[in-house]
């Protein structure tokens, strides 16, 4: 007889056990919404099913909640690979928006399509295998328009506006743009409608540099009794302005490039709201321009932002959300060197912070991350699944791994082969999405070898696979 019990005990002695086998194993889950078989058992090599469900209610067959999932591994330990994989799975759920950051550009090339040569993991085969079939949109934050005022101001000051007009140093440029900032998201129209950066015209550029000088008063604190305006630094930033007018207005310019819409350029909130109403699979790379000089905080800023808003007024329109948010190496925005700086400090923060917020939404996040140990802690204790990787056997690592997988969990990770050296992609997975087994022991999966194999595994969710020369196709023509 089979049956499923919560029961977290061995059987009593007597009872007959048998290995299980395919049918036995897939036979005991198979009413269960959201199963899903991302990989195998590394002994007995049974496919491992995992429960992958939308983030509604229980009764439509959802986790009744959103979920935060993270994957932590060393570099070329299989994370982007087994998250491609974790995304088709979620994407099976029609119903179900998701929103891949990506900023490498990784997915949005579709690297791990066949062009590696030895594994094929083509996101947009699995989701064009899927029934119904889904499409990706492809973007990249070149073909994105920014909307918010900080964003508008942070590329000003990358390309020196402030510095030319005389704030110089990091600190004095940095309260340059806030305050610049701040003047932007109070500017109006004849109506008193608020004015979006888009739509800021040359004539506004002189007033806002008027205010600004006489901010530069404040700031530099000059001699007690002048009023703001009147000082040597206002004149010193009028004069400046003069003198570089051209140049200046030409920044501008330049700057609003990214925010204009009448290029072509789709908005960031419209982005959005097509992965939270229309539920679409959107995959944003973060373009390579905006990443050469450092990590692009300002662009997640930007983005986590109009996150918020869209979430908020679908909310107030009496529309829930559901939808996951997958963010490829995590480790640049939550990890150590964010914390090295004022800006990658506050994005940290910001990205904590965001993750309670849209969790209360339906709206659930995936980080996929290199470090453990120097991640942010408010975002891993918001964390129910946690796949770990190769990595982590040593060092800080290695107690916060022991204190999640147990004695017996972490003994089982240390034997854990090394993917490297035998080509096998091992992971151990806590949470809710671990659909067999009692609860909270580790399940331990071996990643499948190909995109064909977890086809394959999964018929209830694949049609047959794609043909061979559709993927040859040049991974950008799938936008
Ligand atoms: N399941 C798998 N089967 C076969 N090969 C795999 C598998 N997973 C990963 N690989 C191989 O390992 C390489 C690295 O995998 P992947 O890009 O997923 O690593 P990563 O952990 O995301 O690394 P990084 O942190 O540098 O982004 C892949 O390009 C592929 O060659
Ligand atoms: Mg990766």
């Keep these: 007889m089979r049956r499923r019990t919560t029961l977290a005990t061995p059987p009593p002695s007597g009872t007959a056990v048998y290995p299980a086998n395919v049918e036995t194993l897939q036979a005991l889950v198979n009413t269960e919404p959201g199963i899903f078989y991302a990989g195998q058992s590394?002994?007995?090599?049974?496919?491992?099913?995992l429960t992958l469900r939308h983030f509604g209610k229980t009764e439509d067959g959802g986790f009744g909640e959103a979920v935060m999932l993270g994957i932590f591994g060393q570099t070329r330990s299989g994370k982007s690979v087994l998250?491609?994989?974790?995304?088709?799975?979620?994407?099976?759920?029609?119903?179900?928006?998701?929103?891949?950051?990506d900023p490498q550009g990784e997915f949005g090339k579709d690297r791990l399509a066949a062009g590696d040569h030895r594994v094929d993991f083509s996101i947009k085969r699995l989701l064009g295998a899927l029934v119904p079939p889904r499409v990706a949109m492809v973007t990249s934050t070149d073909d994105v328009a920014l909307e918010g005022s900080e964003a508008f101001t942070e590329i000003l000051r990358r390309e020196g506006f402030f510095?030319?007009?005389?704030?110089?140093?990091?600190?004095?440029?940095?309260?340059?743009?806030?305050?610049m900032a701040s003047m932007l998201s109070d500017l109006t129209d004849a109506d008193g409608k608020r004015r979006?950066?888009?739509?800021?015209?040359?004539?506004?550029?002189p007033l806002l540099v008027?205010?600004?000088?006489?901010?530069?008063?404040?700031?530099?604190?000059?001699?007690?009794?002048?009023?703001?305006?009147?000082?040597?630094?206002?004149?010193?930033?009028?004069?400046?302005?003069?003198?570089?007018?051209?140049?200046?207005?030409?920044?501008?310019?330049?700057?609003?490039?990214?925010?204009?819409?009448?290029?072509?350029?789709?908005?960031?909130?419209?982005?959005?709201?097509?992965?939270?109403?229309?539920?679409?699979?959107?995959?944003?790379?973060?373009?390579q321009e905006d990443s050469k000089s450092g990590v692009p905080y300002f662009l997640l800023n930007e983005i986590l932002t109009r996150l918020?808003?869209?979430?908020?007024?679908?909310?107030?329109?009496?529309?829930?959300?559901?939808?996951?948010?997958?963010?490829?190496?995590a480790h640049l925005f939550a990890g150590e060197h964010a914390s090295e700086s004022a800006d990658g400090s506050r994005t940290r923060t910001m990205l904590a912070q965001s993750v309670r917020m849209t969790g209360k939404y339906g709206v659930g996040w995936f980080f996929i991350t290199q470090t453990l140990h120097d991640f942010d802690k408010t975002i891993l204790r918001q964390?129910?699944?946690?796949?770990?990787?190769?990595?982590?056997?040593?060092?800080?690592?290695?107690e916060y791994v022991q204190t999640e997988l147990g004695p017996e969990g972490f003994a089982r990770y240390c034997s854990l082969p090394d993917p490297k050296r035998t080509g096998r992609y091992t992971f151990m997975i806590t949470g809710p999405i671990v659909s067999l087994g009692s609860l909270g022991t580790p399940l331990v999966l071996q990643g499948f070898r190909s995109g064909d194999d977890l086809v394959r595994a999964n018929p209830h969710c694949f049609a047959a696979a794609v043909p061979a020369d559709e993927l040859r196709q040049p991974a950008l023509e799938w936008a």
């Design 163 to 179: 510095g030319t007009l005389g704030f110089k140093g990091h600190s004095k440029e940095r309260e340059a743009s806030e305050r």
């Design 383 to 398: 964390l129910q699944v946690k796949i770990f990787g190769q990595g982590f056997k040593v060092g800080a690592d290695r």
């Design 196 to 205: 979006p950066i888009r739509d800021i015209r040359s004539a506004d550029l």
């Design 210 to 287: 008027k205010d600004l000088a006489r901010f530069a008063d404040v700031i530099y604190a000059s001699r007690p009794g002048i009023a703001p305006g009147e000082g040597q630094r206002a004149q010193d930033v009028l004069a400046r302005y003069q003198l570089d007018e051209v140049r200046l207005k030409r920044i501008w310019h330049e700057s609003l490039t990214s925010f204009r819409t009448d290029n072509g350029r789709i908005a960031l909130s419209d982005l959005i709201q097509r992965v939270l109403h229309d539920r679409e699979v959107v995959v944003l790379s973060f373009s």
């Design 42 to 49: 590394p002994g007995d090599g049974l496919p491992v099913p």
């Design 308 to 329: 918020r808003h869209v979430i908020h007024r679908n909310f107030q329109r009496g529309e829930g959300s559901n939808a996951l948010i997958v963010l490829d190496e």
């Design 83 to 101: 998250a491609a994989q974790l995304m088709a799975g979620f994407a099976v759920n029609q119903r179900m928006g998701l929103l891949v950051l």
